[in-house]
């Protein structure tokens, strides 16, 4: 008998094998690819529809690049989406100035609600805070379940969340005029603002937080940050956001002021 042929040298492809075991995808990686298993350059012996990917993936490459600057054309100006969050930045900021006065309590910061269920813990007013965040969760459950966006209001749309976080504010106001007790109110409060944080931060654009501004701080130190890093406000990005975030705070605090004023006068 023949002696056996000598074996390949490791790494070297059978040339004997049949065609179909030498599959890019069958020794070790894709085309062009490192093999995972040996640690080496696969070997691309019969390329399978290499044509037919790049082509694929410019054409996805080009349809993104299509999709990104249609969103831009799309995008509104900086002028109208600071007008968007400074409204309802001052609605939440005089909600929130009529419930301190009248109820003693905040209803769109939900961060020192949180930090008081835990010091009030086990006690009635622990669980009243806890009663008002709920209320909050609530609303914005709603507009998470309904689908309200700002977008509506964007594109001259009625839009149902803002319409019915009015009613609450307005059905809150009543209650505490009418019956005299505060709780009510506080949990009518508390729901219209959690439906007006839900559908301002659906906005496609820009998560707008219209009612709770520790997020907006944050952000405008984030962009101020950026800016200075870059020794100078060249970033148009960066500078729509600081400018974005600053008008949404200021229009909180005049409307806070507003709201605290205006309720002074009333007898």
Known sequence: RDAPPAPAPRGTPHLGAPRRGLQPAMIGGTAGGMSPALGRPSLNLYPVDDKMTSSQHGLSTRRAISRGRSVMREQPSL?????????????????????????????????????????????????????????????????????????????????????????????????????????????LFAAAQGLQMGVSSQFRHAALRSTAMTGTWADAGLSLGRCIRDRGFSDQVQRRKLTLSLATVLAFVVGAGCGSRFRRRLP
Not at 113 to 134: C, D, E, P
Not at 141 to 154: H, K, M, N, W
Not at 169 to 184: E, H, K, N, Q, Y
């Open 79 to 187: 002028g109208r989406m600071c007008f968007l969050s400074s409204s309802l930045a001052a609605i939440s900021g005089m909600a929130n100035a009529v419930s301190i006065s009248e109820c003693g309590t905040l209803v769109g910061a939900m961060t020192g609600a949180s930090a008081n269920v835990g010091i009030h813990f086990g006690t009635w007013q622990g669980l009243r805070i806890a009663s008002v965040i709920a209320a909050y969760v609530a609303g914005s459950a709603a507009a998470g379940y309904t689908g309200s966006r700002l977008d509506e209001v964007d594109e001259g749309q009625r839009c149902e969340g803002l319409l019915a976080s009015a009613a609450l504010l307005a059905s809150g106001a009543l209650a505490r005029l009418v019956s005299g007790l505060s709780l009510p109110a506080v949990y």
